[in-house]
């Protein structure tokens, strides 16, 4: 299963990282460009998106992979 990407407030800038990474793919300076760059990822790789807010709440989920729409079930 691939690994999911986030986007997260982190040190006074926004970070793009990786579930299960070490390090942080990317940051910058505002939550826009950095979801831009994950939003890119995302769909090149088919996974999860997640935009966390200032809080760390998750307030976005965008899935770029294989969702099968009607939802089974």
Do not use: C
Request: proline share 4%; no cysteine; net charge positive.
């Amino acid at each position: 299963m691939k690994k999911s990407i986030h986007v997260v407030h982190k040190k006074g800038d926004w970070a793009v990282l990786r579930e299960g990474a070490k390090r942080d793919s990317s940051y910058h300076d505002t939550q826009a460009d950095a979801i831009t760059v994950a939003r890119q990822t995302a769909k090149r790789e088919g996974i999860e998106l997640f935009i966390h807010g200032r809080n760390g709440q998750i307030r976005e989920r965008d899935s770029h992979g294989n969702d099968p729409f009607p939802p089974k079930g």
